[in-house]
């Protein structure tokens, strides 16, 4: 068990299953900009902000690489589902947020924009839970750099060390570390590797899990 005084949640891969949603809209992108094979750019830019994701494109792909009409054309498709079908929740994202809402104050530190983060929550009836949502437009760089982190341990009102992260991506790991955060990962779609489990308080199967540390 352990005690802090605020929890802080990425999003996407956390509480909604957008990663799914993204590797689709990037694999269909992908065969437009004659990519063979997008699987490794899909992986370095999990939890990047969109600034550095054309960073890394361009490191990828080389400089003439049109990184952010590629951008551009993902989103176009993850809209066109997120718009149709709507965002799955991840597994018991709402019980654990309900569970931890009264013990902890409770935060969002996520590299999407802050327009989609607000309307994604809403929707998927989550925004009340959080007392307060950092975003990627709100920093230069975000994961894996710290500052996202920083910044939502500085507007919750608490140091880092008495913060936890709840991330699922490598990216999110190394920016919440960095902050100077406790981190705990549930994996999604890249399994934890023997460097990231080093690094984290704990790794869990799922949120439900938290119900039985906090």
Known sequence: MISPKAIIFDMDGVLLDTETICDITWERAAKEFNIDNPQ???????????????????????????????????????????????????????????????????????????????????????????????TGDMVKHSKPAPDIYAMACNAVKELPKNCVAIEDSPNGIKSAIAAGMKTIMIPDKIPVTEEINKICYRVLKNLEELTKIF
């Open 40 to 134: 490794e750019a899909i992986n370095l830019c999990r939890g990047t902000n969109s600034g550095d994701t054309i960073l890394i494109l361009k490191q990828l792909f080389g400089e003439s690489f049109p990184a952010e009409n590629f951008i551009s054309k993902t989103l176009e498709y993850f809209y066109q589902i997120e718009f149709s079908k709507g965002l799955p929740l991840m597994p018991f994202a709402k019980e654990a947020l309900e569970y931890l809402k009264p013990k902890y104050k409770i935060g969002l530190a996520s590299s999407t924009c802050g327009t989609s983060v607000k309307r994604q929550l809403t929707n998927a009836e989550l925004i009340h839970y959080f007392d307060i949502c950092i």
